[in-house]
């Protein structure tokens, strides 16, 4: 028995006799038990309870506010969301704006928003944890809990989870959705909106089955080497390419490039015209064509002006060959049936003029360093296996290669991709929201042998890039569908007949939207044969005159015939009719002086119509709406009336505010303007 | 016994201290030259979405007493609520400025940063910046502004937007002109937007919108006349500052 002894004595040396063990165990037993209640009354949240009561007491409205408050663990649940939410334990001051001053968190109030917070919770938007009760677990990637929090500059991306139209208070997303479209990234990743809708670019990247009669391959070569070095505002990514590669894919793009159906041999290639005159006659005639509505160039300054629907012609002339340019000039669709680039029936003097123009914005830096020696057979063949590899054809149309099935992940489900699936370049923060940032800034700092090019993206273009991607979630597809906002439909709209060919001829939809399609630059067309009279509009189709102002981008003259303008008149004077109202609403013979007298003092005293518009350009000076100097044979009496009441119904989003004048000034209104006919044309001052 | 209790706490202390993130502070150039002054060359009250990076870099410069520019002073940047400077510390170039770009922390409101510089005793000079985070609210009222509002309101061209400012009578007041606007309610504000100058005394050149526009967006509107306010908005009516 000599371990029990031992054991003994070891006993007695720690607490004694048997009395006092007791007693020392005793106080043990109740310092273990006091653990409980110790640990429950030390509890974080409870802290932040006991803050925010010391807060509101002493301000005038603690009655209210302590009386609204509730203490305890609080929980918004609500199980078809899938949401747990106890932020509001902490954040008790959530629902108070008198407490607007109060800048320590978690006692702000929540700024203003759509939503209540009772209908969604908080982690639907801001992500974290929403059953977790420590500030620790609930806002950080912690072992236990994946989801942090997501911050603020990406916030937006919650509202596309439901929003899958464009939203006028979230422009980062709308940024970010039009750049996923117009970068091309979904020609190569496939994203799928959550009600089942692919995106589409929104880009023209040029076909190239015939690039060989378009330009050169030293061209080819130094464009692939660095598009951003031709044009600052190309779209196309830097590949990151060798020179070898450059070379080879060049060679390949030329070999398989096959002759197109031209112009050639019908009539000769208008000579370039390069003397001094008529080079500043081709300036002239590129000014008064408005290519710069859709095509930039650098000033001498260096300040890149002009719009961004076609390709920046900074440098035009170091890349195009000058019989291409005139087979374009005169017909675009010969070369690339889908352009944006309208047929603009140049004559062959004006053809000559603008290639003599294009011709002398060439800068022969950019080729300077590119000489190329006749490619190999090797060399083509390596050519097409690289153009394979980089998927080229993912967005460029090439003879015999094909367009690639999921060449990049797919990003549908992007904005909730697992962390721990994710592989982290050195440097870059643990969550998703820096991951997609970094993957998009720099994409091959996550190994030299991925495929994704080097974009040339602002900084904010990254985060709206980012916003839009943060918005594919998960979540997004299991919400409730009756949440669920859903985006416009693309239109399929195509004219038929004649005037339908004209309008495809012309390229109207690149910059007018009819019946839900088209571009986004020019007014839209839709209810036109019930906005214009018709001898007007098939002036203006001959001869397209400023309407507004203050507008840069301008509606190009096409020098239609005759027959033609009356072909698209007839057309559009029919078909284009707003159901909205009759035109014989209005019998316009009926107007007396009298009317058009109280109209015009309507017009420049009641609703100062002159701070926008111009009637009499001598007086009036407003320079936001079009000039009205000769409103009354543009417009039909009854659309000026209906417009009055209400502009938005006949033009959504359009700047003329929604006046709702009663019949009688509307009336007196429109026949005021009506009466503007015959005044002489006379020049506005430019301002 | 003493020694194995000495020697758990140094172990206990050396894995908590490695298990602490440690970022190493980088090593700080000693100035070359001191200044007497700050003075702000560009980049305040610009308006930003919350935790955004702000459009344009903000540039301070350092002057002696003679107000000459000092190259090679240490400038460094402060700011509350979340501001991240890059960089936040620095050396004056040879034309005696430092520029940082700003982004602004995840709440809305005003932010106030502090750019600071020492001479040779080391007194520190300081300026103090505002830069605005806009939050929901006020970038849906940026938005609305944008469509409806600032052709005339504001008086300043850009290369895409003619102002309509100087056509007008009536002088639009711009949007940060808070000497005018912070002495009007939300109510005077809403029936201004809503009714239009004319129903309320004054000038029909501002048209009504309430037909244009929801409530949520004059709302909106009103949000971001209050955000961009200078001298800053202070609300109105019962309010009581916390200590």
Redesign the interface.
Known sequence: MSLPKRVRSAWQYLFGDSASAFGTLSAVLLILLAVVPAKDYFREWLGYQKQYLRLIHGRGDATSLSRRFQGGLQQIWMPELGVVDRCTTCHTALKEASLADVKTQPFRPHPAIPHKLTEFGCVICHRGQGAATTVEEAHNSTKSWEEPILPARYLEASCGQCHLDRLMGTPRLNQGRDALAQYGCVRCHTIKSPDGVIMTGSDAPPPLQHIADKTTREWIAAWLKNPQAYAGSATMPNFQLADDETRDISAFLIAQSTPYQTHKGTEPAPAASQDTAALQEGTSLYGESFCSSCHAMQNAAGMLVGGNLGPELTRAGSKVKTEWLADWLRDPKTYDPDTRMPHYRLDAKEVGLLIGFLSSKSDSDFLGNTQLAAATPAQVEHGKTLVIERGCANCHAINGVKKPDNFAPELTLVGSRPLERILFAPGVPHTLADYIGAKIRQPRSFGNALKMPQYTLAPQQVDALATALLAQTQLAQTLPVSLRIPGRAPSHYRPAGKAGQLIDDMRCFSCHKIDGRGGDMAPELTWEGSSVERAWLVSFLKNPNTLRPSLIRRMPKFNVTDAEASTLADYIMTVYQTPAFDQETLDSSRFTPADVEHGKELFYGKYACQSCHIVDPNKDKGYIGPTLTQVGTRLTASWMFHWLKNSQSLRPGTQEPVWNMNDEDARAVTAFLVAQKNAPRKEVAQK | MNRAWLGSIVLALGMTSACSRHTAVPAEAPPKAFGAALVLVSGDKQAA?????L?QPVVVQVNDEKGTAVAGALVRFAGA?GVIFDPDRGLTGSDGQFTTNV?L????GLYRIVAATKNSSGKAAEIRIDEIAL???E??G???SD??CV??HDSEST????S?HD??IAQAHSFTDGAILNAMSDADLAAIIGHGG?ALGK???M???G??LTK??I??LI?LLRALADPPYR?QG?????K
Request: glycine share 16%; with cysteine.
């Open positions: 979405g919350v935790g955004s990076a459009d609520g982004s922390g995840g709440v809305h939050g929901y609210q970038t849906l940026k938005q609305v469509i409806h052709r005339c290369p895409e937007r003619v309509n056509n007008l004319a000038s029909a050149e048209p009504p919108y037909n244009t949520p967006e709302d909106a949000g609300p019962i309010f009581y500052a916390g």
